[in-house]
T-cell receptor, first 118, second 112 residues
Framework: DADVTQTPRNRITKTGKRIMLECSQT?????MYWYRQDPGLGLRLIYY???????NKGEISDGYSVSRQAQAKFSLSLESAIPNQTALYFC?????????????????FGPGTRLTVL | DQQVKQNSPSLSVQEGRISILNCDYT??????FLWYKKYPAEGPTFLIS?????DKNEDGRFTVFLNKSAKHLSLHIVPSQPGDSAVYFC???????????FGTGTRLTIIP
């Protein structure tokens, strides 16, 4: 079974609709992230959470909100979807480890949700 | 402002030869760098990383080189195999801040 799962995998919706994307993880990590990927722009951070009570905005949080329901669950909501939110959305988790080489904070990604807003 | 740049959107390499993917950064506070590999319809997967206290890190066929003075890192894949065909993302972070800043990606195609 996958360590980081995302639902739905694909979603087509209309402008103005409310959409929720869900992420679950079995890795036991405290840290969770939401990214979007657009062609030519790489991955950009939307929101991140270092534990259940800690939610932080990323570089492109406008138009989005999140909820950390439990250590294992982190949901992303689009309150009123618009066409320029059409993108590939990824959830990720991490658990930083301090090594002799410094802080390791590799992130583990889910398979992504392809969202199309018409 | 793109703090992590991958200036080559695509790269084609013959099977068995060396693939070199490049990444430049502008933020001198970055001190930890990662490479991720992404296949279609999948999430990115961690490949290799390097801390700023090193200038080279090797893992099997993959080697990452870091030139701090030039703010440049590169990923070498030797020998290249067809399964290496994917999009490669460079990412960077600042010690104590676990957010990653990603580059725009390079699509690597290995020609059999």
């Amino acid at each position: 079974d996958a360590d980081v799962t995302q639902t739905p995998r694909n979603r087509i919706t209309k402008t103005g609709k409310r959409i929720m994307l869900e992420c679950s993880q079995t890795k036991g990590h405290d840290r969770m992230y939401w990214y979007r990927q657009d062609p030519g722009l790489g991955l950009r951070l939307i929101y991140y959470s270092f534990d259940v009570k800690d939610i932080n905005k990323g570089e492109i949080s406008d138009g989005y909100s999140v909820s950390r329901q439990a250590q294992a669950k982190f949901s992303l909501s689009l309150e009123s979807a618009i066409p320029n939110q059409t993108a590939l959305y990824f959830c990720a988790t991490s658990d930083s480890t301090l090594t002799s080489g410094g802080l390791r904070n590799e992130q583990f990604f889910g398979p992504g949700t392809r969202l199309t807003v018409l | 402002d793109q703090q992590v740049k991958q200036n080559s959107p695509s790269l084609s390499v013959q099977e068995g030869r060396i693939s070199i993917l490049n990444c430049d950064y502008t933020n001198s506070m970055f001190d930890y760098f990662l490479w991720y590999k992404k296949y279609p319809a999948e999430g990115p997967t961690f490949l290799i990383s390097i801390s700023s206290i090193k200038d080279k890190n090797e893992d099997g066929r993959f080697t990452v080189f870091l030139n701090k003075s030039a703010k440049h890192l590169s990923l070498h894949i030797v020998p290249s195999q067809p399964g290496d065909s994917a999009v490669y993302f460079c990412a960077a972070s600042v010690f104590g801040n676990e957010k990653l800043t990603f580059g725009t990606g390079t699509r690597l195609t290995i020609i059999p």
